[in-house]
């Protein structure tokens, strides 16, 4: 009773004020919080959870400082003095998270789980760290179990679409786009996404187009949304609008390698090699270490009669790995049978696009030879086998139609 009496009066007001702050009532600073709720954690006023709230709240605070380290110690601090609050360990699940440390983020999910099986959220963000660790079938599971708790979510059904894209379903992850769209129709990310999986993996390029063209209403800035379109419209052969779509996103982001290296070969194709060389050539300097923006200098550099510059360029680029060879083919050191022999590898997935880029630029290099009917060969080849979202697929349509040859 002596002690309950020493915190009458102002004290027990000051304490009140603290904790009130501490809970973040009266929208106070983070500053402020922290401040607030060291005071709670100091004071020798033991009220049951008090202590451990503050730590959670303070930790919190911490976290939105970008102080993960600290945040951290005070979840921890928080479990300490109360082992069964879920969200003491889902907020150290997620700074853990933060942190890149999956594996303890996860171990802290599942405990905050087994106290609030209800608890959408820790499932959600369990399936990223999931996704993150690269088991994606453990990702979808988590992010269904989300959607059960919270089927009006439209970020879950996003996610799950990601992961679904990741694992190459892409008619569920079109699905759950189309959920995410009909949830929230100013989902400008979901639009994209899907605009994504119509274009690379389902081959639907109007729908892509669709797609990415709500994305530039929703994201006017948004300049891979303007590349994708760009991209989609190179693969149609739709040059001049191709052309517009990558000079919008090289406006919005001058440095975007891939958009000067799109829009040089939309240069290309419709006839002006001059600027298509300019455009390759700038990607190139961006992105030094791109063997395929060298190669391209070099295949539009001959055909503007420049010299090569190949032989200079090799010093920034990895010659150990794909698509070395065919750099090896353009100069002089690897023969086309040989270049298609190194395509094999153990993956059919990836074995499936090299065998497409050798033929394509077996191809370039048989038609700087002069033998065009190899070229056109080759060509074709490319152009019936390469995946879908490969631009050598329409890069070799292209040139089958410069050379008069059956696309």
């Known amino acids: 009773m002596a002690a309950a009496a020493l915190l009458t009066g102002p004290a027990l007001a000051q304490m009140s004020a603290d ?53 951290i110690a005070d979840y921890g601090n928080a479990i300490r003095l109360d082992h069964k609050n879920a969200d003491s360990y889902y907020n150290r699940a997620n700074a853990y998270e933060g942190k890149g440390d999956y594996d303890r983020a996860i171990a802290d999910y599942n405990r905050a789980i087994r106290l609030d099986p209800k608890l959408s959220l820790a499932y959600y963000f369990r399936g990223l760290a999931w996704r993150e660790k690269g088991d994606l079938d453990r990702a979808i599971a988590d992010y269904s179990e989300t959607i059960r708790l919270d089927p009006k979510n439209a970020s879950y059904y996003y996610h799950r679409g990601n992961a679904y894209h990741s694992k190459g379903d892409f008619d569920r992850a079109v699905a759950d786009y189309d959920e995410a769209i009909r949830l929230e129709p100013k989902f400008a990310i979901a639009f994209f996404n899907r605009g994504l999986a119509w274009q690379d993996d389902k081959g639907d390029l109007e729908r892509a187009i669709a797609d990415f063209t709500e994305t530039i209403r929703l994201e006017p800035k948004f300049a891979f949304a303007y590349n994708n379109r760009g991209v989609a419209n190179l693969f149609k052969g739709d040059y001049e609008r191709a052309i517009a779509d990558f000079t919008e996103a090289i406006r919005l982001d001058p440095k975007y390698a891939f958009a000067h290296r799109g829009r040089g070969l939309a240069y290309l194709y419709s006839g002006a090699p001059a600027k298509a060389l300019a455009d390759i050539e700038q990607a190139s300097a961006l992105d030094e270490k791109d063997a395929y923006s060298a190669l391209w200098v070099d295949i539009v550099a001959e055909r503007n009669s420049v010299p090569s510059r190949l032989s200079q360029a090799i010093s920034k680029i990895d010659m150990t790995a794909w698509p070395a060879p065919l750099i090896r083919l353009f100069l002089g050191q690897m023969t086309q049978a040989a270049v298609l022999a190194a395509a094999t590898d153990a993956d059919p997935v990836k074995m499936k696009g090299q065998i497409c880029e050798a033929n394509f630029y077996s191809g370039e290099f048989a038609l700087r030879q002069g033998t065009k009917t190899e070229a056109a060969r080759l060509f074709r080849r490319a152009a019936n086998d390469c995946p879908i979202n490969f631009d050598e697929r329409s890069n070799a349509d292209a040139e089958l139609k410069a050379l008069g040859a059956t696309p």
């Open 19 to 71: 904790y009130d702050r501490c809970l973040g009532k009266g929208n106070p600073s983070i500053e402020q919080l922290i401040r607030s709720c060291t005071a709670v954690i100091r004071s020798k006023r033991k009220v049951e959870n008090t202590h451990s709230t503050a730590y959670n709240h303070r930790g919190s605070a911490y976290q939105a400082k970008g102080d993960l380290g600290r945040a």
